[in-house]
C-alpha cells in the first residue's frame, strides 16, 4: 500500500496517510457531517495490513473527495452497474467467475479511479445484481459474483414484504378470516398457528388478530380449515414433547461378561406384530425361569443413553409407528430371540404347591430362545415344554385372586394406519389364555424381583395400590367391569416397598420390559451394579429417576391415549355408514353412557331414560369434532 491508497477499515473506507514501521497510520471518518451543519470528525489510527483491505493503490485527491464523489449520482451509477451485470451475463465464462472491484470499474465506469472507488464499493455492495464475495473479502480481496435472475427476484420480493409488511399483514388476516388463504404463499404466515397447535409457543398473534380463541383446540381447527393440514394430522405426540423418531445415541455390541449358560430352550412368546421380544420363559422341573432383554450391561446410570431413556420414559405406540426409547439398532443386539443365543438378566423363581415365591434369584445368563406367537402357545399349550407354563400361571392366578386381586377385562382394538392413504383399520384384540399365561409369570418376576431388592436391602423402585373401595353389590357384564375401573386407586411409585392390592401381591416392581420402559431399565441398572458388587444407586437418587422417568412415562400414555382417539375418529370420518354395537355401562340421569366395544369407545347418549344396564343398542355416528376430540353418535336401534 502507497500514501494515499483507499483502504477499507471496519467496512468503512480510509485513507493512508503515512507508514510507521511495519504499521499503516489510516485516516477515517469517525463521525459525518450532519445536514444541521455538524461538521464531520476525522481520526488517525495505526493498523496491521491485516486489519484493512486494499480498495485501490491510489493516490486518492483526499479522504473527503473519496467521502463526496457519487460518480455522477446514485441513479446513474445503478444504471452503470446493471449494464455491467447484463455484459457480464451475456458472456457464461464471466457469468459464472468472481468479478474484481477494478473489473466491475473497468466494465461500468470505463476507469477505475481511487476517487471513485468508495462509491463504486457502496453501491454494488448495496445492489441486487451484486453479491459481495466474503471469502474473497477474508483473504484481502475485494471481489463481487453475479446474483441469478431467480435470486434477484427472490431479494426483491423480500425487500418488497419487508417494505410493505404491515399491508401484507392485513391482506392475508382478511383473507385468513375467509378462510381462504393463497398457498402455498401464506403457508409462512401460518407457521406461527402451527407452532402454537403443536404447544411448541403459549401464545399466538395470528390467532388474536383474526378473532380466533387462543387455544390449541381453535388454532387445530383453523389449520385443518385452511389446508395447512389434512384431518389426519396426528399432532398429540408432539404436544406432549416426543419425537416420531426412534432415540438415536447407539448402545454398540452386548460388552463380554461372564455369563450362566442356562440349559434347555426358553420361550418367547407375543404377538405376531411384535419386534421387540424383550422377555422369555421356562420351566426346568424345579425352578421357573424368567428371562429378560439386558440393555444395562452397555446402559449405566447418569450415561448419555440413560438420561435420554429418562426423558422419553418409555417406547412411544401409536398407530402410525413406534417411537422407541432406545435406538432401533439395540433390538438385533439385546431383543431376545433374534440370534441363536440370546443374553439375558434372568429371574430363577422357586415356587411352592400354592404358587408362593419361595426363592428368587438373579442371574447374568445366555440363554436359547425360540420365539412362539400367542396363537402358536394357544394351539399347543398341551404340549410338554408349555404345558408347565399354563399351570404355574393357573396356579398363580387362583392365588392372587384369594388374595383380593382384581380382575378386569375391558376390550381392546388394534389399529393400524396405512402411511401412504392414511387409511384406518380397527380390529379386535384376541385375549387368549396363553396371554394370560405370559401376564401371569411377568407378575411373578416382577414380585419375586421385588421380594429379592427388599431382601437384600437394594434401593429399588417398588409400584403399589391401595384397594379399591367397591360397592356392596357391582352389576354384571360391561356394566360391572366399568364399575370396578370407577373403583380402582391409582397406582403408586416409590422406593418404599408396599402391597399392590390391584394384583393381590405384597411387593411388587416391573422388571420384565428394559427396552421400552425407563422404571425396568433403571431397575436393572440397580440390579446389575448389585450382583456385581459395584456401587448402588442411593435412595435419594434413586427416588429422583424413578419420579423423573414415571413423569415421562405418565405423558407418553396420554400422548398414546390421545393419539388413538384421533384415529378412532378418523376411522369414523372414512366409515360414515357404518353401524355400532354397543351396551350401556353407566347412568347419569337421563343419559347413558355406551360402550362400542368393536371400537373400544364409549358413548355418551341423551334422553335415555327408558335404557337399562347392559342394554344393547346399535349407534351409528352422527357427528365428529377432530380438534375437540369428540363423537356424537345417534341410536338407530
Known amino acids: 500500500m502507497n500514501k494515499l491508497s483507499v483502504v477499507l477499515y471496519k467496512n468503512q473506507p480510509a485513507v493512508v496517510n503515512d507508514r510507521d514501521g511495519d504499521k499503516y497510520i489510516i485516516k477515517f471518518c469517525s463521525q459525518p457531517a450532519t445536514p444541521s451543519g455538524k461538521k464531520a470528525v476525522y481520526g488517525e489510527q495505526k493498523v496491521r495490513e491485516k486489519d484493512v483491505v486494499l480498495l485501490h493503490e491510489g493516490p486518492c485527491s483526499s479522504l473527503e473527495a473519496v467521502l463526496t464523489c457519487d460518480c455522477g449520482g446514485a441513479e446513474s451509477l445503478n444504471a452503470k452497474l446493471l449494464e455491467a451485470y447484463e455484459l457480464l451475463m451475456s458472456d457464461e465464462t464471466t457469468a459464472n ?17 481511487a476517487d471513485q472507488v468508495w462509491a463504486l464499493y457502496s453501491s454494488a455492495s448495496s445492489n441486487l445484481h451484486f453479491q459481495l464475495c466474503q471469502d474473497s473479502l477474508k483473504n484481502g480481496e475485494v471481489c463481487f459474483t453475479l446474483r441469478s435472475a431467480e435470486e434477484i427476484e427472490a431479494l426483491n420480493k423480500k425487500q418488497y414484504e419487508k417494505e410493505h409488511e404491515s399491508e401484507i399483514r ?73 419425537s416420531f423418531d426412534s432415540a438415536k445415541d447407539q448402545l454398540g455390541a452386548m460388552p463380554e461378561e461372564d455369563r450362566y449358560d442356562v440349559p434347555g430352550i426358553a420361550y418367547a412368546i407375543d404377538s405376531e406384530h411384535s419386534a421387540d421380544p424383550d422377555d422369555a420363559v421356562a420351566f426346568d422341573g424345579e425352578y421357573l425361569w424368567v428371562h429378560i432383554a439386558d440393555p444395562a450391561s452397555s446402559v449405566g446410570p447418569g450415561s448419555k443413553i440413560d438420561i435420554a431413556a429418562r426423558d422419553r420414559g418409555t417406547t412411544l405406540y401409536i398407530p402410525e409407528g413406534t417411537s422407541r426409547m432406545l435406538c432401533e439398532s439395540c433390538l438385533e443386539d439385546y431383543a431376545l430371540g433374534l440370534k441363536e443365543d440370546s443374553h439375558a438378566l434372568s429371574f430363577r423363581i422357586k415356587l411352592d404347591d400354592e404358587s408362593q415365591i419361595e426363592e428368587c434369584q ?69 385375549r387368549l389364555e396363553s396371554n394370560e399365561m405370559i401376564a401371569e409369570l411377568m407378575i411373578l418376576a416382577g414380585e419375586g424381583a421385588a421380594r429379592f431388592a427388599f431382601k437384600n436391602q437394594i434401593p429399588f423402585m417398588f409400584i403399589s395400590q391401595e384397594a379399591p373401595d367397591f360397592p356392596d353389590s357391582l352389576p354384571e357384564g360391561w356394566a360391572g367391569q366399568f364399575a370396578r375401573i370407577k373403583c380402582m386407586r391409582k397406582r403408586s411409585v416409590g422406593i418404599t416397598p408396599a402391597p399392590h392390592a390391584g394384583l393381590g401381591v405384597s411387593f411388587y416392581s416391573q422388571v420384565t420390559s428394559p427396552l421400552r420402559r425407563y422404571g425396568d431399565l433403571i431397575s436393572h441398572e440397580q440390579l446389575r451394579a448389585f450382583i456385581n458388587g459395584r456401587h448402588l444407586i442411593a435412595k435419594d437418587d434413586m427416588l429422583e429417576r424413578v419420579a423423573a422417568g414415571d413423569a415421562a412415562s405418565i405423558a407418553a400414555k396420554k400422548a398414546s391415549r390421545q393419539s388413538e382417539t384421533h384415529w378412532k375418529l378418523v376411522y369414523l370420518l372414512q ?63
Open 97 to 113: 467467475e468472481a468479478v474484481s472491484l477494478s473489473d466491475l470499474a473497468e466494465n461500468s465506469l470505463g476507469s477505475f479511479k
Open 170 to 242: 392485513a391482506a392475508f388476516i382478511s383473507r385468513l378470516k375467509a378462510r381462504k388463504l393463497d398457498l402455498p404463499d401464506d403457508a409462512k404466515f401460518m407457521g406461527e398457528v402451527e407452532a402454537f397447535g403443536l404447544c411448541k409457543t403459549d401464545r399466538c398473534r395470528v390467532l388474536a388478530d383474526a378473532g380466533v380463541p387462543q387455544t390449541i383446540e381453535a388454532a387445530h381447527r383453523l389449520l385443518i380449515d385452511t389446508g395447512i393440514w389434512d384431518f389426519t394430522k396426528n399432532p398429540y405426540p408432539t404436544r406432549f414433547g416426543f
Open 575 to 637: 366409515n360414515p355408514d357404518s353401524e355400532y354395537e354397543a351396551f350401556c355401562i353407566d347412568r347419569r340421569g337421563n343419559d347413558a353412557l355406551f360402550l362400542i366395544p368393536s371400537l373400544d369407545m364409549q358413548a355418551t347418549l341423551h334422553n335415555c331414560s327408558d335404557v337399562n344396564l347392559n342394554d344393547a343398542a346399535v349407534l351409528k355416528m352422527s357427528k365428529v369434532d377432530i380438534p375437540e376430540q369428540k363423537v356424537d353418535f345417534s341410536r338407530i336401534r
Open 362 to 430: 438373579v442371574f447374568k445368563t445366555n440363554v436359547k430362545v425360540k420365539r412362539l406367537t400367542y396363537k402358536y402357545a394357544e394351539e399347543h399349550k398341551e404340549d410338554a415344554e408349555l404345558k408347565p407354563l399354563f399351570e404355574i400361571a393357573r396356579k398363580n392366578r387362583q392365588r392372587r385372586e384369594k388374595n383380593g386381586a382384581i380382575t378386569i377385562q375391558m376390550p381392546e382394538v388394534n389399529i393400524s394406519v396405512d402411511k401412504e392413504t392414511k387409511k384406518v383399520t380397527i380390529e379386535p384384540e384376541d
